[in-house]
């Protein structure tokens, strides 16, 4: 039941900031900055203000050019791209939505949604009236900007950053003017959009809102200062969906999502995207397969803890099933492999666990014959 080990190729990073600054004057807005963002990838942006969030987000979107270094987009050197070719370029590549929607004012919702599609080929009413549908404004089309709430107005400018269809959704804030219930169904939709495989880079001030993202950065000073993945509650989240996996596999179960009732920090579903993100799993119609590198962690998860119960319940003579899952339970989170391997050959290499269920064998164990 082992998954096909299809050889993975890397992919092009969508945006690739490299050794980048950027100064107005005598101001640094942005440090020799270096940064990949991977196709599909959603990444937050947090920092103080006057950090740099908006000028990073600009230079990657082609709205700016850096003071030095190099700017590379879906694979193409921009930097030196004329202000002619970045809007073309812009045009073909990127959605961008706005704190402030920037939205025309003097133009309704429909119209706003035809100029985004004028500039990048040809307008199309219906499709533009399907945009607007698809992000619950329709019964609004004619409507101005001015006479839409703040969030009215961002699910137009999602449906414009959406409209051409681009590979990359740069968004500076987009909850920044937006009250909780707004915020909640502008985050719906970009959530939608990176599911549709978007690249997402999403400038936020709001840690809750930044925990939607794959991978967080922050910026101090025109620097990034911390790349955070994820918490440690986070990751033992992962792990157990990893050993949940392995041993819905071990009992011939399907492994989709449904199976995974794992009460962790993060839903499900946003901790298979974060999984997936990692190349430790994919789903594909809602199936999931172990990936090389989930394998691998699958297996030494299981094999530690196999083995834990194996040591409590032989040597020490651990018989109560409650007690001894919880002694385990304390016990092997504390174990580096090192110890893992002693205790394996302490116990002779042992095949499987008091349960009958099989050990995976590790680089300690003999080979098998
Ligand atoms: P953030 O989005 O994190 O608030 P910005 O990227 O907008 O930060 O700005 C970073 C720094 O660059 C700030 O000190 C800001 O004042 C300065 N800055 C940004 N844009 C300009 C500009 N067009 N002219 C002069 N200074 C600018
Ligand atoms: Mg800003």
Redesign the pocket.
């Known amino acids: 039941m082992r998954p096909d080990s299809a050889v993975s190729v890397p992919d092009m990073p969508a945006i690739d900031l490299q050794d980048v600054s950027k100064t ?2 005598s ?1 640094v ?1 942005l440090d020799q900055v270096s940064l990949r963002v991977e196709a599909g990838e959603w990444l937050a942006v947090m ?1 103080p ?7 990073l987000v600009n230079l990657a979107g082609c709205l700016d050019t850096p003071s030095s270094g190099s700017v590379w987009v879906d694979g193409v050197d921009v930097s030196s791209f004329s202000r002619r070719e970045l809007a073309r370029f812009r045009a073909e590549k990127i959605g961008f939505i706005f704190q402030q929607f920037h939205l025309v004012p003097y133009l309704t919702a429909l119209e706003n949604i035809l100029l985004a599609q004028y500039f990048h080929s040809l307008a199309d009413a219906a499709e533009a009236m399907a945009a607007l549908e698809r992000v619950g404004m329709a019964h609004r089309a004619r409507h101005l900007p001015g006479q839409l709430s703040g969030g009215e107005q961002q699910r137009v400018s999602i449906a414009r950053a959406l409209i051409n269809d681009p590979a990359i959704i740069l968004a500076d804030e987009p909850t920044g003017n937006l009250d909780e219930r707004n915020e909640e169904a502008v985050m719906e939709l970009l959530r939608a959009a990176h599911q549709a495989g978007k690249t997402l880079v999403m ?1 936020t001030h709001d840690p809750t809102i930044a925990r939607y993202a794959d991978r967080r950065i922050q ?1 101090h000073h025109g620097r990034i200062t911390d790349i955070s993945i994820f918490s440690e509650d986070d990751e033992r989240e992962f792990d157990q969906i990893l050993s949940k996996l392995w041993t819905l596999r071990e009992n011939h179960e399907p492994l989709h999502d449904d199976s995974l009732r794992i009460a962790g920090p993060l839903s499900v579903g946003r901790a298979i995207a974060a999984m997936t993100a990692r190349g430790w799993l994919c789903r594909e119609n809602g199936r999931i397969t172990l990936l090389p590198p989930g394998e691998k962690r699958a297996s030494d998860l299981i094999r530690r803890h196999r083995l834990t119960e194996l040591l409590f319940s032989h040597t020490f003579e651990l018989r109560n099933e409650a007690e001894l899952e919880d002694q385990a339970f304390k016990f092997e989170h504390s174990l580096s492999p090192e110890a893992t391997a002693r205790i394996c050959a302490f116990l002779g290499h042992p095949r499987a666990c008091p349960h009958g269920s099989p050990i995976p064998q590790g680089d300690c164990c003999p080979a098998a014959s």
């Open positions: 107005y004057g101001v807005a920092g203000s006057g950090s740099g969030k908006t000028t400038v910026l």
